[in-house]
C-alpha cells in the first residue's frame, strides 16, 4: 500500500509520507505506559528515608567533632607543678634557712586566681658551707592528702646568711 501525499511546494515530500512508505511493514511502536514514567522519579517515602540517613550521619559527624574539641580541651590544661613556685624561689639573691608557704594565687599576685584551691610549701636549709642551699617544694591541693607534685633544687647563693647567723 503505497500511499503518496503530493509534494509540498519546494518540492520535497512530507515526513510523514516518508516515513509511512519506509515503515509499511512495521507496526507503530506503543508509546510508555504512564505507570513507568512515573517510576523513574524519586517516590516521597524515598526521599524521606534519604532525608533521615543524611541527617543522621550530620548528627553522628557533629556528635564526635563535639567528642574531639572535649577532649583536646582536656589535652590543652596547664597542670600545676612544682616548677612554677621553683622559678619565683629562684628569683632571689639571699636564701634563708626554714619553711615558707603559701597559696598559688599569692605566688603569682596581680594575675587573678589562676589556681584556686593550690598551696605550695618550701623548706630551705643549707646543703654545703659554700652558699649551695637545697630547696625542697611540695605543692598540694585543698581537700586531697598527696601532693600534686614535688621537687628539689640546689641553689647557689654565696650572699646569703650562713647557718645561726642573722
Not at 515503515?23 to 517510576?39: C, D
Amino acid at each position: 500500500m503505497n500511499c503518496r501525499l503530493p509534494p509540498d511546494e519546494r518540492g520535497v515530500q512530507s515526513d510523514h509520507t516518508q516515513h509511512a512508505t519506509r515503515n509499511t511493514s512495521l507496526a507503530p511502536l506503543p508509546s510508555l505506559p504512564r505507570s513507568r514514567r512515573a517510576r523513574s522519579a524519586f517516590s516521597l517515602l524515598e526521599v524521606m528515608i534519604a532525608g533521615g540517613i543524611f541527617f543522621m550521619a550530620i548528627f553522628a559527624i557533629l556528635a564526635l567533632m563535639a567528642n574531639v574539641l572535649r577532649n583536646a580541651r582536656g589535652l590543652r590544661r596547664v597542670e600545676l607543678d612544682a616548677g612554677m613556685v621553683a622559678a619565683v624561689i629562684s628569683n632571689t639573691n639571699k636564701l634563708y634557712e626554714g619553711s615558707v608557704s603559701g597559696d598559688m594565687d599569692d605566688l603569682y599576685r596581680g594575675l587573678g586566681k589562676i589556681y584556686p584551691g593550690y598551696s605550695w610549701e618550701a623548706e630551705t636549709y643549707e646543703a654545703q658551707t659554700n652558699g649551695l642551699f637545697q630547696v625542697d617544694i611540695v605543692v598540694r591541693r585543698r581537700g586531697i592528702q598527696q601532693p600534686v607534685d614535688s621537687m628539689s633544687i640546689f641553689l647557689f647563693r654565696p650572699d646569703s646568711p650562713k647557718r645561726g647567723a642573722l
